[in-house]
């Protein structure tokens, strides 16, 4: 059965702390890997697609890195403003575009 | 308007009522999505529909039905909730393939008192 667990499930950090989250996933045939990020309130927000293991995407303070088992969102010198769920997703071998979706990491930074 | 724009944001209603749940999209996709978030739980898929064919239903109770009468437009019909169905609904578009991502709405946050 295709499944995906995030780590940790809330994460504390004072603005400028470096740290990573966690995805790991076990799926049938992976056509690519996304994290979204969702602000209270709001649908997620897209951030980064991942296709292959060894693939790195950054964005600002974000980099998204992959590898066969799990994928990590490292977060570099964090502000307030990154505070949010950071939700990971994959997307299996079916040709229907369906994610199957982790149960995100909460995330505040405190200034 | 660009994007996915969810109507209503905010839904309450009783257990007996019927009511609707629109999304709509301006982004020439031509898949659309209906998601279920529960607190602390993972976004649960109920609906997809692609080139405005239903092409999964995930075991979703009958109390929901889908209706996508265009690529740009989603309904999701409610009638005899329970409680427990109170949660935020996504709606969100791709193309047919997904493997750029979804685009999602804001939700409609829908309480059944």
């Known amino acids: 059965e295709d499944q995906v667990t995030q780590s940790p499930e809330a994460l504390r950090l004072q603005e400028g702390e470096s740290s990573s989250l966690n995805c790991s996933y076990t799926v049938s045939g992976l056509r690519g890997l996304f994290w979204y990020r969702q602000d209270p309130g709001k649908g997620p927000e897209f951030l980064f697609t991942l296709y292959s293991a060894g693939e790195e995407k950054e964005k600002e303070r974000l980099k998204a890195t992959l590898t066969k088992k799990e994928s990590f969102l490292h977060i570099t010198a964090p502000k307030p403003e990154d505070s949010a769920t950071y939700l990971c997703?994959?997307?299996?071998?079916?040709?229907?575009?369906?994610?199957?979706f982790g149960q995100g990491t909460t995330l505040q930074v405190k200034p | 308007e660009t994007g996915v724009t969810q109507t209503p944001r905010h839904l309450v209603m009783g257990m007996t009522n019927k009511k609707s749940l629109k999304c709509e999209q301006h982004?020439?996709?031509?898949?659309m999505y209906w998601y279920k978030q529960s607190a602390k739980k993972p976004l649960e898929l109920m609906f997809v529909y692609s080139l405005e064919e239903r092409v999964e239903n995930n075991s979703v109770p009958s109390r929901f039905s889908p209706e996508c009468p265009n690529s740009s437009h989603l309904f999701l019909h409610l009638h005899t909730l329970q409680p427990e169905d109170s949660a935020l609904y996504l709606c969100?578009?791709?193309?047919?393939?997904?493997?750029?991502?979804?685009?999602f709405g804001s939700g409609t946050r829908l309480t059944v008192v």
């Open positions: 969100a578009s791709s193309q047919a393939t997904g493997g750029n991502g979804y685009t």
């Open positions: 982004l020439g996709h031509n898949a």
């Open positions: 997703a994959v997307q299996a071998g079916s040709n229907t575009g369906k994610l199957i």
